[in-house]
């Protein structure tokens, strides 16, 4: 549980009184038990007999909750337009189903009529159009026309057309095939790219709080497809008849359980977690994935939201650090681009803005981890007093990020000789440094032919440094002749050799290796 300045701490102890609260669709009012008991997981796609998507039950009862607009990405065929339905059913609501694709604004607002004696208009209502609507769904948004989807802005974001309040619209959802990227691999299956699917305008997608890639064939398991091939459909009565709707799962009852969980959560949350949200953000940009102001709003809202979803679900059961990883993952915009990111990248952002969160302001730890750097991590830790197990993680943590085999030699002949009288570090982080510095620092002998190509362009580039730099007689030019020709041949393949030895020289300068020797 994490650690913080308030006495309260973030977690699933939070408890909240049984309420009345107001209906989602109808106006009557529930009285609902909002304390989490243990009780046995309830799936609500797997009760509306949809196959293998049982880790998206809690979002999608967090955006019911919580009426917020929900975009589902992923292949045809995958099931986006069956949930939509069945969750329209069962809610007992009246939904509107627009194809995007060939929606015109007229099929949304009706036929407009001049009023008379003023410069308004007054909408015909038909059968199709969006007035009277509870649940509105746009299939196929990616392949709307940029008009038609700049009207769907207050749609789905106020609830609003032509500048009218729908006021008995409450679900605003969407589904959409991936976008295909602007240089498709041509020896890709063409199944796996959708030409027609565009990415979303950056600002429509920022929109959604809850964006959802959905499970293909790929992603289920066995038991998954069996029961995904089988006749039986047990949301349907035999003769595919559609289930009356008392005897569909208690959607408005969870969901109007989950929205009375919320608040409570908000307030006991708040300190901890508009922290964990602002590092969130700040690691996200630095894996170049760049958030809104909204966005950040949007996330600490679905935090909440999908942690009081969980409860509902899954009673005692419900952690905050899942329910703050599934927010997250199904929560970023990315995941309706061409380029989509990637799951374990996301996960690390969590994980390491969880761990920062879960520190006091005022630990050493939090201050290492909160530099983005891990060479400045180590320097960090070493002006912080850290022992030598602390710094042989850091160390090793280094060495483990940095995939370029040239730029580890370099780093581990930096530390070896800044620490090899300073530090009693750990096995785990000796080995590796002594295993990689000794290619630079141990003498040794080798016959190499050059033959036409990179390898002979290098060598000539190398010896015609080696003759310019022949005068210098220090320690680090020395080492800096052994760095260069011990990459020879085979790193040098890989990595400029010019640029590694500035990186070179970078690391030694930052750990002062020489200035120490010479003091």
Same mark, same amino acid.
Request: with cysteine.
């Given at each position: 549980?994490?650690?913080?300045?308030?006495?309260?701490?973030?977690?699933?102890?939070?408890?909240?009184?049984?309420?009345?609260?107001?209906?989602?669709?109808?106006?009557?009012?529930?009285?609902?038990?909002?304390?989490?008991?243990?009780?046995?997981?309830?799936?609500? &796609?797997?009760?509306?007999?949809? #196959?293998?998507?049982?880790?998206?039950?809690?979002?999608?009862?967090?955006?019911?909750?919580?009426?917020?607009?929900?975009?589902?990405?992923? $292949?045809?065929? &995958?099931?986006?337009?069956?949930?939509?339905?069945?969750?329209?059913?069962?809610?007992?609501?009246?939904?509107?189903?627009?194809?995007?694709?060939?929606?015109?604004?007229?099929?949304?607002?009706?036929?407009?009529?001049?009023?008379?004696?003023?410069?308004?208009?007054?909408?015909?209502?038909?059968?199709?159009?969006?007035?009277?609507?509870? *649940?509105?769904? *746009?299939?196929?948004?990616?392949?709307?026309?940029?008009?038609?989807?700049? +009207?769907?802005?207050?749609?789905?974001?106020? =609830? !609003?057309?032509?500048?009218?309040?729908?006021?008995?619209? !409450?679900?605003?959802?969407?589904?959409?095939?991936?976008?295909? $990227?602007?240089?498709?691999?041509?020896?890709?299956?063409?199944?796996?790219?959708?030409?027609?699917?565009?990415?979303?305008?950056?600002?429509?997608?920022? !929109?959604?709080?809850?964006?959802?890639?959905?499970?293909?064939?790929?992603?289920? &398991?066995?038991?998954?497809?069996?029961?995904?091939?089988?006749? !039986?459909?047990?949301?349907?009565?035999?003769?595919?008849? $559609?289930?009356?709707?008392?005897?569909?799962?208690?959607?408005?009852?969870?969901?109007?359980?989950?929205?009375?969980?919320?608040?409570?959560?908000?307030?006991?949350?708040?300190?901890?977690?508009?922290?964990?949200?602002?590092?969130?953000?700040?690691?996200?940009? +630095?894996?170049?994935?760049?958030?809104?102001?909204?966005?950040?709003?949007?996330?600490?809202?679905?935090?909440?939201?999908?942690?009081?979803?969980?409860?509902?679900?899954?009673?005692?059961?419900?952690?905050?650090?899942?329910?703050?990883?599934?927010?997250?993952?199904?929560?970023?915009? #990315?995941?309706? &681009?061409?380029? $989509?990111?990637?799951?374990?990248?996301?996960?690390?952002?969590? +994980?390491?803005?969880?761990?920062?969160?879960?520190?006091?302001?005022?630990?050493?730890?939090?201050?290492?981890?909160?530099?983005?750097?891990?060479?400045? =991590?180590?320097?960090?830790?070493?002006?912080?007093?850290?022992?030598?197990?602390?710094?042989?993680?850091?160390?090793?943590?280094?060495?483990?990020?940095?995939?370029?085999?040239?730029?580890?030699?370099?780093?581990?002949?930096?530390?070896?000789?800044?620490?090899?009288?300073?530090?009693?570090?750990?096995?785990?982080?000796?080995?590796?440094?002594?295993?990689?510095?000794?290619?630079?620092?141990?003498?040794?002998?080798?016959?190499?032919?050059?033959?036409?190509?990179?390898?002979?362009?290098?060598? +000539?580039?190398?010896?015609?440094?080696?003759?310019?730099?022949?005068?210098?007689?220090?320690?680090?030019?020395?080492?800096?002749?052994?760095?260069?020709?011990?990459?020879?041949?085979?790193?040098?393949?890989?990595?400029?050799?010019?640029?590694?030895?500035?990186?070179? =020289?970078?690391?030694?300068?930052?750990?002062?290796?020489?200035?120490?020797?010479?003091?």
């Amino acid at each position: 549980m994490p650690r913080k300045k308030s006495s309260k701490s973030p977690g699933k102890e939070s408890k909240t009184p049984a309420v009345a609260t107001e209906s989602l669709v109808n106006g009557t009012h529930l009285m609902v038990d909002t304390v989490p008991t243990a009780v046995a997981p309830f799936s609500i &796609t797997r009760a509306l007999n949809i #196959q293998g998507w049982g880790h998206l039950d809690a979002v999608l009862l967090a955006a019911l909750a919580t009426q917020a607009p929900l975009l589902l990405v992923g $292949p045809h065929g &995958t099931g986006k337009s069956l949930l939509i339905e069945r969750l329209a059913r069962a809610l007992g609501l009246s939904m509107r189903h627009y194809n995007a694709s060939l929606l015109n604004y007229d099929d949304l607002v009706g036929i407009p009529i001049p009023e008379e004696g003023n410069d308004s208009l007054r909408f015909i209502a038909t059968p199709d159009s969006i007035w009277g609507a509870e *649940f509105v769904f *746009f299939d196929e948004i990616s392949r709307c026309r940029p008009d038609l989807q700049n +009207k769907m802005f207050p749609i789905i974001h106020e =609830r !609003r057309v032509a500048g009218i309040l729908l006021e008995k619209l !409450r679900f605003r959802w969407s589904a959409m095939n991936p976008p295909a $990227p602007d240089e498709p691999d041509a020896n890709a299956p063409t199944a796996n790219y959708y030409l027609g699917s565009e990415p979303l305008d950056p600002a429509l997608a920022d !929109r959604f709080p809850y964006v959802v890639p959905v499970p293909d064939w790929k992603q289920l &398991t066995k038991d998954d497809r069996r029961r995904l091939v089988s006749w !039986r459909d047990e949301f349907l009565n035999p003769g595919t008849r $559609p289930q009356p709707v008392e005897a569909m799962p208690p959607l408005l009852e969870m969901a109007n359980r989950c929205a009375a969980l919320i608040p409570d959560l908000e307030q006991d949350l708040d300190e901890w977690l508009s922290d964990y949200i602002v590092l969130v953000i700040d690691l996200l940009d +630095k894996a170049q994935l760049p958030q809104s102001p909204r966005r950040a709003n949007m996330l600490a809202r679905s935090v909440v939201a999908v942690h009081a979803a969980r409860m509902v679900l899954e009673g005692d059961d419900a952690d905050l650090e899942t329910s703050a990883e599934i927010a997250l993952l199904f929560g970023l915009p #990315q995941s309706a &681009t061409e380029v $989509p990111p990637s799951e374990p990248n996301v996960v690390a952002v969590h +994980k390491q803005a969880w761990e920062i969160a879960s520190l006091m302001e005022d630990d050493g730890w939090r201050q290492i981890l909160e530099e983005s750097d891990s060479l400045r =991590r180590i320097l960090l830790a070493e002006e912080l007093g850290f022992d030598d197990t602390s710094v042989s993680r850091l160390i090793t943590q280094a060495l483990g990020a940095e995939s370029s085999e040239a730029r580890r030699v370099g780093i581990a002949t930096a530390l070896f000789l800044a620490f090899r009288a300073t530090r009693r570090l750990a096995p785990s982080a000796w080995e590796p440094l002594v295993q990689l510095a000794g290619r630079v620092l141990q003498p040794r002998a080798m016959n190499v032919t050059a033959g036409p190509g990179v390898d002979m362009n290098n060598w +000539k580039a190398i010896g015609g440094w080696l003759s310019d730099h022949e005068q210098n007689k220090g320690e680090q030019a020395l080492l800096e002749r052994n760095f260069v020709l011990s990459g020879y041949p085979d790193l040098w393949r890989k990595d400029n050799w010019r640029e590694s030895l500035d990186r070179f =020289r970078q690391d030694l300068a930052l750990f002062g290796v020489f200035e120490e020797q010479q003091s």
